[in-house]
């Protein structure tokens, strides 16, 4: 069964950090490009980061940059969010979401048609 797994996530304060994992099960993480997406209350799921399937390329959202670091490690089958400085604007269900086409989604971190997704992990940031 092809199946992945969100954990990690949880509430922080503002300025703190939280480390997200993805730990695929059913099949070799290293054939596919990962990414991070976050959907807020009442907004649409948007790109957070995605990595290339060999971890050589990676994109990050404006929102993100300087703050997160997305990584994997595909003996462990496994892809990881750091997040550090985290923000209020932050709060979302976080999901991994995975697709063969490597270039394509690494490049545009666009959600739609990307092929297996987690059920997602929810991270609230708040004082």
């Known amino acids: 069964q092809l199946q992945l797994v969100e954990s990690g996530g949880g509430l922080v304060q503002p300025g703190g950090s939280l480390r997200l994992s993805c730990a695929a099960s059913?099949?070799?993480?290293?054939?596919?490009?990962i990414g991070w997406f976050r959907q807020a209350p009442g907004k649409e799921r948007e790109g957070v980061s995605c990595?290339?399937?060999?971890?050589?390329?990676?994109n990050y959202a404006d929102s993100v940059k300087g703050r997160f670091t997305i990584s994997r490690d595909n003996a462990k089958n496994t892809v990881y969010l750091q997040m550090n400085s985290l923000k209020p604007e932050d709060t979302a269900v976080y999901y991994c979401?995975?697709?063969?086409?490597?270039?394509?989604?690494?490049?545009?971190?666009?959600?739609?048609?990307?092929?297996?997704w987690g059920k997602g992990t929810l991270v609230t940031v708040s004082s």
């Open positions: 990595i290339s399937n060999r971890g050589g390329a990676t």
């Open positions: 059913g099949f070799t993480l290293g054939y596919y490009a």
């Open positions: 979401a995975a697709d063969t086409s490597s270039a394509y989604y690494t490049a545009t971190c666009k959600p739609g048609g990307m092929r297996y």
